[in-house]
């Protein structure tokens, strides 16, 4: 028996004290319930504007010049004086560069003797020709006299009176005097050939007398308008060769700037072009707005798209050949559409309007940026789902869904 009681009094004792455990769980007191309420973001929304407006399109372009001159040697000479430096501005007419004019000299001086001896040559070829005319008259006399020596030698032959060397003599004399004869007819009838050579070694004379006059007066280079030195390869007592680049010069009022148009948008600015309309662009240098107007497109594009050249419509003394540029180009205008900040954009495609406390999803088309007259940008969009005064969400929330309750804050 008291073995039993060993072993229930555990149990009893367990039993008891779950008991007492779910009596006090039964009468404890209750608390408070709570309550889990919905969370509302505080955001900053902007009433949208409906108009007409033109998006901008950034571009990054290069200052170039279809007209660089590039200033070469005429001859080969010293370079005598090189007055200017590598991005000096200079007026028309000032001195660019002067070569050694001594180098020169002496070859036209040569071209110049040897024309006064071709002339000479001439004039005695024309002398020439008027004795041989007079002593072609004497010749043909002499022929005819030894054609009568000859016939008389003949008859007295026959008549035995005259013996045969006689003959022969006069056979002899008639010959010469007829190949003489027959020499100066050749030598009259090659008068106009030889006169004519003289003539054509005089004009070869001449002209290279003009190209050395050439030379001379190229020796000395005047800038031939108002521009820029682009550079200076030469210096004074170089020794330069014919046609070398001795520096380069460019007009500033035929600066352009060349940009390439992306190819999502080539078609629009070509047609926008061809109906007429003015697509004029800002860049900005040394820290002022600088005017442009698209002029025209390259006549070849690419895959990425095609260059388009912008005139400059203002002072271009800022610019320097080969400056790069980011050029805002204006686009055509869109009617119906809304200028909001960057972050007010989610995924490219979808902005927030505020709707009873909500934030609803409203899908639109970038058009593309926009100049928001500060000095910063925003994003210009369209869509049929926004109206005038409606109130866009532009803080931006990584949490942002259809349906978030928000609460507008100044």
Same mark, same amino acid.
């Given at each position: 028996?008291?073995? #039993?009681?060993?072993?229930?009094?555990?149990?009893?004792?367990?039993?008891?004290?779950?008991?007492?455990?779910?009596?006090?769980?039964?009468t404890r007191p209750e608390g408070p319930v709570a309550e889990v309420g919905e969370r509302v973001w505080r955001v900053e929304?902007?009433?949208?504007?409906?108009?007409?407006?033109?998006?901008?399109?950034?571009?990054?372009?290069?200052?170039?010049?279809?007209?660089?001159? &590039?200033?070469?040697?005429?001859?080969?000479?010293?370079?005598?004086?090189?007055?200017?430096?590598?991005?000096?501005?200079?007026?028309?007419?000032?001195?660019?560069?002067?070569?050694?004019? &001594?180098?020169?000299?002496?070859?036209?001086? $040569?071209?110049?003797?040897?024309?006064?001896?071709?002339?000479?040559?001439?004039?005695?070829?024309?002398?020439?020709?008027?004795?041989?005319? !007079?002593?072609?008259?004497?010749?043909?006399?002499?022929?005819?006299?030894?054609?009568?020596?000859?016939?008389?030698? $003949?008859?007295?032959?026959?008549?035995?009176?005259?013996?045969?060397?006689?003959?022969?003599?006069?056979?002899?004399?008639?010959?010469?005097?007829?190949?003489?004869?027959?020499?100066?007819?050749?030598?009259?009838?090659?008068?106009?050939?030889?006169?004519?050579?003289?003539?054509? +070694?005089?004009?070869?004379?001449?002209?290279?007398?003009?190209? %050395?006059? #050439?030379?001379?007066?190229?020796?000395?280079?005047?800038?031939? =308008?108002?521009?820029?030195?682009?550079?200076?390869?030469?210096?004074?007592?170089?020794?330069?060769? !014919?046609?070398?680049?001795?520096?380069? =010069?460019?007009?500033?009022?035929?600066?352009?700037? !060349?940009?390439?148009?992306?190819?999502?948008?080539?078609?629009? %600015?070509?047609?926008? #072009?061809?109906?007429?309309?003015?697509?004029?662009?800002?860049?900005?240098?040394?820290?002022? @707005?600088? @005017?442009?107007?698209?002029?025209?497109?390259?006549? $070849?594009?690419?895959?990425?798209?095609?260059?388009?050249? =912008?005139?400059?419509?203002?002072?271009?003394?800022?610019?320097?050949?080969?400056?790069?540029?980011? %050029? &805002?180009?204006?686009?055509?205008?869109?009617?119906?559409?809304?200028?909001?900040? =960057?972050?007010?954009?989610?995924?490219?495609? !979808?902005?927030y309007r505020l709707e009873d406390g909500r934030m609803r999803g409203v899908a639109v088309e970038v058009l593309g940026g926009?100049?928001?007259?500060?000095?910063?940008?925003? #994003?210009?969009? +369209?869509?049929?789902?926004?109206?005038?005064?409606?109130?866009?969400?532009?803080?931006?929330?990584?949490?942002a869904v259809d349906g978030l309750r928000v609460e507008a804050v100044q």
């Amino acid at each position: 028996m008291l073995r #039993l009681l060993k072993l229930l009094l555990p149990l009893v004792l367990l039993a008891g004290g779950f008991a007492a455990f779910k009596a006090l769980q039964a009468t404890r007191p209750e608390g408070p319930v709570a309550e889990v309420g919905e969370r509302v973001w505080r955001v900053e929304v902007a009433p949208i504007e409906l108009r007409a407006r033109a998006p901008e399109l950034v571009l990054y372009g290069r200052v170039q010049t279809a007209e660089l001159l &590039r200033v070469a040697a005429s001859a080969q000479a010293r370079v005598a004086e090189v007055p200017v430096r590598d991005g000096e501005r200079v007026s028309a007419g000032a001195l660019l560069v002067q070569l050694d004019e &001594r180098d020169l000299r002496p070859r036209r001086e $040569q071209v110049e003797a040897e024309i006064a001896g071709l002339h000479a040559q001439i004039a005695s070829e024309d002398n020439r020709v008027e004795t041989d005319r !007079r002593a072609l008259v004497e010749e043909q006399k002499l022929v005819a006299l030894a054609r009568d020596a000859v016939a008389r030698a $003949q008859r007295l032959k026959t008549q035995r009176v005259a013996a045969e060397a006689d003959l022969d003599a006069a056979e002899e004399t008639l010959a010469r005097q007829s190949l003489a004869l027959a020499n100066r007819e050749m030598a009259i009838a090659d008068h106009g050939a030889r006169r004519q050579a003289l003539e054509a +070694r005089l004009q070869s004379a001449e002209a290279r007398l003009a190209e %050395v006059g #050439l030379e001379l007066e190229r020796a000395r280079v005047l800038a031939p =308008f108002d521009g820029i030195v682009a550079g200076v390869e030469v210096t004074a007592g170089d020794q330069v060769k !014919r046609d070398e680049v001795l520096l380069r =010069f460019y007009a500033l009022d035929r600066l352009e700037i !060349r940009a390439r148009i992306p190819a999502p948008y080539q078609d629009e %600015v070509a047609a926008a #072009l061809a109906a007429g309309q003015s697509l004029g662009a800002l860049v900005e240098v040394a820290g002022r @707005p600088l @005017p442009l107007r698209l002029a025209r497109i390259a006549g $070849q594009g690419e895959a990425s798209g095609v260059d388009g050249f =912008f005139a400059v419509e203002a002072d271009p003394s800022a610019l320097r050949l080969g400056q790069m540029l980011k %050029v &805002r180009l204006t686009r055509p205008e869109r009617p119906d559409t809304v200028a909001v900040p =960057f972050a007010a954009v989610y995924g490219g495609e !979808r902005v927030y309007r505020l709707e009873d406390g909500r934030m609803r999803g409203v899908a639109v088309e970038v058009l593309g940026g926009v100049s928001n007259g500060a000095g910063g940008e925003e #994003l210009l969009v +369209r869509s049929p789902g926004l109206a005038a005064g409606d109130l866009i969400v532009v803080t931006p929330l990584p949490n942002a869904v259809d349906g978030l309750r928000v609460e507008a804050v100044q």
